[in-house]
């Protein structure tokens, strides 16, 4: 008989939930024509006898295929580890970006296969794996990372399904609640903005806050971004490229920039933002001299914001630099990314335009829809909003600038009689 029933002393109920009693389970184990001969295909602990019954009814309709019974044979020996591994590098490394595919790969190999890697994928159970989010965060990491990696999973295993290697997905069934984590930090008001812009003014950090806190860009855009693609003359800059994930250490020349992850955009440089810009351009001018006075090489790669002697700087340094700025001016606790926010936001509130704030940012319209919080009907929004021009992104950064600038002049008022330390800009190689 097709379906056995078994009795247990801790039997789940209808949702997995371990009970604490005992009870009956039911068991399927079916024999079927393999192209290597007869096989036996098993499947247990169903909680009624029904539910064994429908899934001994499907699975003996699928056996009838031959090619889904091939496959069944192939992926009987098959580990977790061992499709993962070859699941990261076929679908991740070719559909995924590159810094996407590097963390998926990091997740797989530190997370997911230490604790479920030699389970064989068609015996993977959702218990199994809730079990492996234990054993993440007994290690005292953080839930958040226990989520990724189920994220990861989930995925992976996504694929598993669509390609008949396991009939369901382990990942989407598990039991474990994350909760909500780290709270993300608030991202900076036009006055705590104002407040870094002065308190970073003259050092290295002023053009990557600029071009951070005023425009949203990404960080690998900020240390893309060439004095080829800035036109002073039209007070325009073209986001277009950005830098390579994963630059090799000590690497001074840049041979090929990467594309951004959006499809590029055209920005325009506002009366407040230009004379940073001018102020950037003249003192790597004077960076460039005293290098090559001083008998050093200088690296030329047209980059807005590098070393001193014109090398790219690393992503790295600016995410982990970034963090003792802010501690060293005493100033409120955010991520480099999280000036990106911050230009989200206060463009947002100032001017109720997301669409245009999206595409200021290179966001897609759903994505700055759900960082901002918003739920509408984005086909409706779309169809008003075939293109912004760039007037009109002008309108909405000129408003955010402008709302910077008068909350500076309000912040040095009320700073007069305690001044905050400033940061230093360091002669020294980044």
């Given at each position: 008989?097709?379906?056995?029933?078994?009795?247990?002393?801790?039997?789940?109920d209808?949702?997995?939930?371990?009970?604490?009693?005992?009870?009956?389970?039911?068991?399927?184990?079916?024999?079927?024509?393999?192209?290597?001969?007869?096989?036996?295909?098993?499947?247990?602990?169903?909680?009624?006898?029904?539910?064994?019954?429908?899934?001994?009814?499907?699975?003996?309709?699928?056996f009838?295929?031959?090619?889904?019974?091939?496959?069944v044979?192939?992926?009987s020996?098959?580990?977790?580890?061992?499709?993962l591994?070859?699941?990261?590098?076929?679908?991740?490394?070719?559909?995924?970006?590159?810094?996407?595919?590097?963390g998926?790969?990091?997740?797989?190999a530190?997370?997911?296969?230490?604790?479920?890697?030699?389970?064989?994928?068609?015996?993977?159970?959702?218990?199994?794996?809730?079990?492996?989010?234990?054993?993440?965060?007994?290690?005292?990491?953080?839930?958040?990372?226990a989520a990724?990696?189920?994220?990861?999973?989930?995925?992976?295993l996504?694929?598993?399904?669509?390609?008949?290697?396991?009939?369901?997905?382990?990942?989407?069934?598990?039991?474990?609640?994350?909760?909500?984590?780290?709270?993300?930090?608030?991202?900076?008001?036009?006055?705590?903005?104002a407040?870094?812009?002065?308190?970073?003014?003259g050092?290295?950090?002023?053009?990557?806050?600029?071009?951070?806190?005023?425009?949203?860009?990404?960080?690998?855009?900020?240390?893309?971004?060439?004095?080829?693609?800035?036109?002073l003359?039209?007070?325009?800059?073209?986001v277009?490229?950005?830098?390579?994930?994963?630059?090799?250490?000590?690497?001074?020349?840049?041979?090929?920039?990467?594309?951004?992850?959006?499809?590029?955009?055209?920005?325009?440089?506002?009366d407040?933002?230009?004379?940073?810009?001018?102020?950037?351009l003249?003192?790597?001018?004077?960076?460039?001299?005293?290098?090559t006075?001083?008998?050093?090489?200088?690296?030329?790669?047209?980059l807005v914001?590098?070393?001193?002697?014109?090398?790219p700087?690393?992503?790295?340094?600016?995410?982990?630099?970034?963090?003792?700025l802010?501690?060293?001016?005493?100033?409120?606790?955010?991520?480099?990314?999280?000036l990106?926010?911050?230009?989200?936001?206060?463009?947002?509130?100032?001017?109720?335009?997301?669409?245009?704030t999206?595409?200021?940012?290179?966001?897609?319209?759903?994505?700055i829809?759900?960082?901002?919080?918003?739920?509408?009907n984005?086909?409706?929004?779309?169809?008003?909003?075939?293109?912004?021009?760039?007037?009109?992104?002008?309108?909405?950064?000129?408003?955010?600038?402008?709302?910077?600038?008068?909350?500076g002049?309000?912040?040095?008022?009320?700073?007069?009689?305690?001044?905050?330390?400033?940061?230093k800009?360091?002669?020294?190689?980044?």
């Open positions: 008989m097709a379906v056995q029933a078994r009795t247990v002393q801790n039997k789940r209808i949702n997995g939930v371990l009970t604490g009693k005992a009870g009956t389970v039911y068991d399927v184990n079916i024999k079927y024509n393999a192209p290597g001969g007869r096989k036996t295909y098993a499947k247990k602990g169903f909680a009624t006898k029904n539910d064994a019954l429908r899934h001994e009814a499907e699975m003996r309709t699928k009838q295929n031959p090619n889904y019974a091939a496959s044979q192939v992926q020996k098959q580990t977790v580890s061992a499709y591994n070859e699941w990261v590098e076929t679908y991740a490394r070719t559909n995924l970006r590159p810094s996407t595919y590097d998926y790969k990091r997740t797989i530190n997370y997911i296969n230490p604790y479920i890697g030699n389970v064989p994928l068609n015996q993977l159970a959702p218990s199994m794996v809730d079990k492996m989010f234990r054993a993440i965060m007994d290690k005292g990491l953080k839930p958040a990372t990724g990696a189920k994220r990861v999973l989930s995925v992976a996504g694929h598993a399904r669509k390609y008949r290697y396991i009939e369901t997905n382990p990942a989407r069934d598990t039991l474990t609640k994350f909760g909500k984590g780290d709270k993300t930090p608030d991202p900076y008001t036009p006055e705590q903005m407040a870094l812009m002065r308190r970073v003014a050092t290295e950090w002023e053009m990557p806050v600029v071009l951070g806190g005023l425009y949203g860009l990404r960080r690998s855009e900020i240390l893309g971004l060439r004095w080829q693609n800035v036109d003359e039209n007070n325009t800059f073209a277009v490229e950005q830098l390579p994930f994963k630059v090799p250490p000590k690497t001074t020349i840049i041979e090929q920039m990467a594309p951004p992850k959006s499809n590029g955009r055209t920005l325009p440089i506002t407040i933002a230009r004379p940073f810009f001018e102020r950037q003249f003192y790597q001018a004077e960076q460039k001299q005293k290098t006075e001083n008998g050093k090489p200088y690296y030329y790669n047209g914001v590098s070393k001193p002697d014109g090398a700087m690393y992503a790295n340094w600016i995410s982990s630099g970034f963090g003792k802010l501690e060293e001016i005493d100033m409120p606790h955010i991520r480099f990314h999280d990106r926010h911050t230009a989200a936001t206060n463009m947002h509130q100032l001017t109720g335009d997301f669409y245009t999206g595409e200021v940012l290179g966001h897609t319209l759903a994505g829809g759900a960082s901002l919080g918003l739920s509408m984005f086909e409706a929004v779309t169809a008003r909003y075939v293109d912004v021009r760039l007037e009109r992104k002008k309108e909405v950064l000129d408003l955010y600038h402008a709302a910077v600038h008068a909350a002049g309000q912040t040095e008022k009320e700073s007069e009689k305690s001044k905050p330390p400033k940061a800009r360091h002669e020294t190689e980044l």
